[in-house]
Structure formats: C-alpha cells, structure tokens
C-alpha cells in the first residue's frame, strides 16, 4: 500500500492558506510517520481509516513512549487530514472525546481537607429522625465512592452475595472479570452498623440477591420494601445523588458530586504507580484513553512540585 501521494494535494491546500514553512513542515514529519504506519503496519488505504484504525495508531504511539501532550497534537492534526479527503472517522470516539476534552483542574478533585470536613459533619446528628438514622449508611456509601472509586449506579447494583463481612471484600464481575475491592475496618463498620438499622423483616437476606443498600422513606422514618419482588427496595442512583448534595452543603463546602470522589480516587491509584492495566479493571474503563486527563494532570502537578 502506498498512502504517501495524498500528502501532496494536502501541503499545496496548506500552502494556498498561508500556513508558514515551519508549520508545514512540523505537519509533514508527523503525517509522513502516520502515512508509513498506515502502509506498513496495517495495509489499509488511507480512504478506508476508521476509528479502530486511528485508535491502533495512537496506541502505537503510547508503545514509542511518546508523551501524551505529543500524542493529542498527532490526533489533532490526522484527523484535520482525514477531514481534507472527507474521510468519515467518528469524531465522537472514545480516544477523541478524551483527548479534545479540557484538562482536569484541582476543582475536578476533592482534596484531602474537603474529604476530612464532609466527613465529620456526616457523623454528626442533626436532630432530624430520617438523616441520623441513615448516618452509617451514608458514610458507607461515600466511603465506596471516594476509597473504592465506585459509581452510584455501581453501589445500587451491590447485593448480598456480593459482600463478604469476614473477609471484608466486595466482589464485583465485570464482563466475566472478578474484581475484588478490599475495605478498611472501619468501612465495615459502617455497613454493619447501617444494616443493623434494618429491620429484621425488611433486612436483605445474607448471600441473597438483594440489594445492599435499600430505599429509604423520610416522612414515615422507615426503610421500604418491595412487595411485589418481595424483597427490601432498591436503593436508587437519584437518591444517592442527592444524599451528596444535601451532606455536602450541609458540610458547607462548594459544590461537590460523585465525580470528583471517583476522580480522587483513580488519580490515586496513578500517584501510586499502579499499571495502567490494573487501574482499567479496577475502574471499570475500556479503553487506555480513558487515563489521559487523570495523567496529564498528574504530570503537571508533579512538574509544580520538582
């Protein structure tokens, strides 16, 4: 295959434009490595490229260690090349959304003192029947978010053979894969203590499928259950939505979501140098893309503090 005459019309286009010979110049390296990729590595003409294709490049600039501020600057401008021969590539792709999305900032993050002040003020009383009873509750799920980096869709999912009390563990399966999340002792405590505010005949069944955390009713003070499953009622992601923003503001701090506890937690798992491979099964994410932002911040904070 032979991809290297479509450079020609290209520069003449960027030429008539004014682009200056520098630039051009910078453009034709990069183009000419991807061009020779193209033909040599998969033997595709440069009219069929797909975002599998553009992916696979990109993936094999990451094995030549180039730096990731380099590899969005070679996306960038292979898809302005793509564009130029009106090739259709999704341009909402994984690795194009992540690598167009802007940088993460230390606003998209829940710092250490943040997570310190909502917590104490979670474990205070408030003298409010439904907020004091589901106060183990609450810090257990906060605590998945922010320690285990889980989702709220993730937490509603958690049933009762899924925990493990004595070995204190979780066990996750994602697509066939089995992910233990391990918790700190006093993690347990809170989801013993929270599930010891149930009601025997409305308390999930040990190594059942039901679910862990179970809706709440405020006005009768009292956990639902659901008659016509007959089992204790599901939690839902809403109400764990709201649960942070009502503790957050009630903490008095500015304004917080389960994002930013998840964020905190994968850049942890990158600081401590974990695999990447490992911290894409941990978190559920399909694709190396997905760590960009949470490295290039990382990179940049590590560069504040040299």
Same mark, same amino acid.
């Given at each position: 295959? #032979?991809n ?16 200056k ?10 183009l ?22 553009i ?18 600057r ?16 999704? %341009? ?15 606003? #998209? ?11 104490q %003020?979670?474990?205070?009383?408030i003298?409010s ?27 509603? %999912? ?21 992910i ?21 005949l ?5 190594? %059942? ?31 764990i ?28 798992h ?24 949470y ?12």
């Amino acid at each position: 295959m #032979d991809n290297f005459f479509y450079l020609h019309g290209y520069f003449i286009e960027l030429e008539k434009n004014g682009k200056k010979p520098g630039t051009i110049k910078q453009y034709r390296s990069d183009l000419q490595q991807f061009i020779s990729w193209l033909d040599t590595t998969i033997n595709q003409d440069l009219l069929d490229v797909d975002a599998v294709a553009i992916m696979s490049y990109v993936a094999y600039l990451k094995e030549r260690s180039y730096r990731d501020t380099t590899i969005k600057r070679h996306l960038s401008l292979v898809h302005r090349f793509l564009a130029f021969y009106h090739v259709p590539v999704d %341009s909402s792709s994984e690795q194009e959304n992540i690598y167009r999305a802007p940088p993460l900032q230390s606003s #998209d993050f829940i710092s250490n003192n943040e997570m310190d002040q909502l917590l104490q %003020s979670m474990q205070r009383p408030i003298q409010s029947i439904a907020r004091d009873i589901l106060i183990p509750r609450n810090l257990a799920i906060v605590h998945l978010m922010r320690y285990q980096g889980l989702r709220p869709k993730e937490i509603t %999912s958690i049933t009762m053979r899924m925990i493990n009390l004595a070995q204190s563990t979780i066990e996750f399966n994602w697509n066939g894969e089995r992910i233990n999340y391990t918790l700190a002792n006093t993690h347990m405590t809170y989801i013993r203590d929270y599930i010891a505010t149930i009601a025997p005949l409305k308390r999930p069944k040990w190594k %059942s499928e039901e679910p862990l955390f179970v809706s709440f009713n405020n006005r009768s003070n009292d956990y639902q259950y659901d008659y016509a499953k007959v089992q204790p009622k599901q939690l839902s992601v809403r109400s764990i939505q709201e649960m942070i923003k009502d503790e957050v503001w009630r903490a008095d701090l500015r304004k917080l979501s389960a994002k930013h506890l998840r964020n905190s937690c994968i850049l942890d798992h990158i600081q401590r140098g974990e695999s990447e491979t490992d911290i894409l099964s941990y978190f559920h994410l399909t694709h190396p893309f997905s760590l960009y932002r949470y490295k290039q911040y990382k990179e940049l904070v590590d560069s504040h503090t040299e």
